[in-house]
């Protein structure tokens, strides 16, 4: 044990997220169920290989048309 320890510290941040999940205990579901219904998906290889594949390839100059500056 040291003579001189410190109390640890705890920014505000995170006394303040402390507090909210002790006063809403299912906001660690909620968050989790948020994510899996926007971030948390199955993606279909296959699919994104022939979008991928199907692409057509742009132009330099895409105002142009055939490079006549129309």
Known sequence: MRIFR???Y???????????????????????????LLWDKQVNRQAQAEWRDARVAQTPYVYGGNGTGH
């Open 10 to 36: 705890e920014s505000d941040v995170s006394q303040f997220i402390g507090q909210l999940k002790s006063e809403q205990p299912n906001l660690e579901a909620q968050q989790r169920a948020g994510r899996a």
């Open 6 to 8: 410190r109390p640890d």
